[in-house]
């Protein structure tokens, strides 16, 4: 088993800035890859970003390219999100995760949720207008 807590949302003024937090406890050596997902009311949960745990390889949604950075403490098991320009569009809860199995193709597989089998209890991030 793998338990993740997010913390840092908040609510922000559109243009400013907010950094997530996700510690990883339990089998954290099974981890392959960890994700930031996010879901807006009424909305499916999308993939904002995510890496590969060991080797470090970033892949960011489109809509956040340029604005978000994702980035680790490997020894404390951590992993950030870096939110600058926030826009109103950006809010929605986002939520941690992690995934065990390996795939060639990362930068499909990153992105999709059937591949993330532990979650955290999701952060809201308000960015008002």
């Known amino acids: 088993q793998v338990q993740l807590v997010e913390s840092g949302g908040g609510l922000v003024q559109a243009g400013g800035s907010l950094r997530l937090s996700c510690v990883a406890s339990?089998?954290?050596?099974?981890?392959?890859?960890v994700g930031w997902f996010r879901q807006a009311p009424g909305k499916e949960r999308e993939f904002v970003s995510g890496?590969?745990?060991?080797?470090?390889?970033?892949y960011y949604a489109d809509s956040v390219k340029g604005r978000f950075t994702i980035s680790r403490e490997k020894a404390k098991n951590m992993v950030y999100l870096q939110m600058n320009s926030l826009e109103p569009e950006d809010t929605a809860v986002y939520y941690c995760?992690?995934?065990?199995?390996?795939?060639?193709?990362?930068?499909?597989?990153?992105?999709?949720?059937?591949?993330?089998?532990?979650w955290g209890q999701g952060t809201q991030v308000t960015v008002s207008s």
């Open positions: 995760a992690a995934g065990l199995q390996f795939y060639f193709n990362e930068a499909v597989n990153v992105r999709l949720k059937s591949n993330y089998e532990y």
């Open positions: 339990g089998r954290t050596f099974s981890m392959y890859r």
């Open positions: 890496f590969a745990w060991n080797d470090g390889s970033t």
